[in-house]
Every structure is written in structure tokens, then in C-alpha cells.
């Protein structure tokens, strides 16, 4: 799938940015994907929906060979100043960098040198089924799919769920998607079952629809992780209860999504 979205005013801070990091980036051999919530507003366009303001956080992830590679791209940068040790400034804006590919653990996780731990499993899988957006500026850029973000975001949250709420309230976002925009018009026409199961909540089916499309996208390893944290109570619960008084809601989306994320592996 491809997308032109660089008629798209408020797009222009990524464009600039992600032009430069994108060059230095190929200068280097290294591929690009744009990841978190600029991900979302970028594919967001795409579906015909209203941004008004766009996010100003700008995350990517860099498929590397080595440590020493991914610090050779981030030293084509000014450092930010108070951040972590993958934070750099491109445009004047903040960029975290996440490196993947050569430099994953077996668990799929990665070590930065200031001792944060990242998961990154679903990061390389969803490079592989990225769809390419053209943003002002002329810059082409691969964004994971709703489907892929919403497996990112669920990783991301158990991991910072201590020192931030921003995961959860972009996976709510996400899963929220489906039944906006041209979402909507694609979730009736090629999802009219799903709908019925869930007696015609199209925000339960649109979760379920990407549970499965999420599910499709890991190797059996991966499924069991994700389904193994969709299933504790506790975690969703937690996850859920950051919707505040849309907390019912949220869960019934986290609920449709495991139903169909478990689907894969019947």
C-alpha cells in the first residue's frame, strides 16, 4: 500500500525532519521506520481523518547491524540534551531512535549503554509489511501498519507503563481507527462477520480486526508473548483503567482485540 499524504500542511515538521534523517540514514545503508504516535498521525491522513494539531513526538526505529553502525548514525546529530542515549535533535525537534535487526537479543530486546531496555519484537516484521507515505518535502518513509502499531504499542506500554500514560492513550487511539474514515467503509464491506459478531459495535470489531491482522504479522513465538500478556487480567485491567471514565470501553476494545489476536492460532 502506498500513500500521498505531502499535500498535508500539518505533516510539515516530519517532512523536514524525516528528509534529513532519511538521507542520512541511506547514506548509510541503514533502513528507516517511522514508529509511535507520529506514526499514528501519518497513516491517520491517509484514511481522510482530521488531524488538526499533530503530534510534535517523533520516534524511529533503524534496522542496523551492530551497536557501532546505529552510534554512526546518531553521531550525524546534535545529542538532546537530558534525554536517553538514543534521543537526538534533527530540525530542532526531539528524535528517539530505536536500533533493531543485528542488535536484538535472543528475547528480541535491546541494551542501551545508560542501561534502558527496549522490547523490540514485531519491529522488524512490521518494516516487512510497511506501507510507504510520501510526506511534504518530497520524503518517502515507511510507516507500520494500525494493525503493526497496535502490537508495538501494546509492548511499549508494559514496558513504561510506570513512567508514562502516552502508550496506553495512543493503542486506545489506534484501535480506535478502525471504525473512522475509510476504515469504516472497508470494516462493512470486508468485515460484515466480525461486525455481526460483536451485535454491530464496530468499535469492538474494528479491535478484533486488527487483533487478527496483528497476529498474522508474528511467528509463533511472538503470538504466544502478546497473548500471554493479553491474557492477564491484571495487565488490562491496568491498561484499561487509564481511560478513566471511558475505562468499560477500552476494555471491551482490549477484549475484542485478544478474541481476535487468539483467532490466528485456532
Known sequence: MNCDASSFPELDLQGRVLAELTAAAAERGVSLLVIGAAARDILMTCIGLELGRATRDLDVAVAVTS???????????????????????????????????????MTRRIAF????????????EALGAAV????????????????????????AWRDRRYATSKDAIDLRAILGT???GLQLDRLYAEEWETVE???????????????????????????????????EAHLMEALAGTAGSMAAEFLLQLDAYRDGFSSVNA
Open 67 to 105: 551497536m557501532a553502525e546505529f552510534e554512526g548514525l546518531l553521531s550525524a546529530f546534535p545529542r538532546a540534551v537530558g534525554r536517553g542515549s538514543h534521543s537526538i535533535m534533527v530540525q530542532g525537534l526531539e528524535v528517539d531512535v530505536v536500533p533493531f535487526g543485528g542488535v536484538e537479543s
Open 113 to 124: 549503554p545508560d542501561g534502558f531496555e527496549l522490547d523490540v519484537l514485531g519491529v522488524a
Open 132 to 155: 510507504r507515505v510520501t510526506l511534504p518535502h518530497g520524503v518517502t518513509v515507511r510507516v507500520p501498519t494500525f494493525a503493526a502499531q497496535a502490537v508495538l504499542k501494546l509492548f
Open 178 to 180: 478502525g471504525w473512522r
Open 197 to 231: 459478531k460483536w451485535g454491530g459495535d464496530v468499535v469492538a470489531a474494528s479491535a478484533a480486526v486488527l487483533g487478527r491482522e496483528g497476529a498474522t504479522l508474528l511467528e509463533p513465538a511472538g503470538r504466544a508473548e502478546v497473548l500471554g500478556m493479553l491474557r
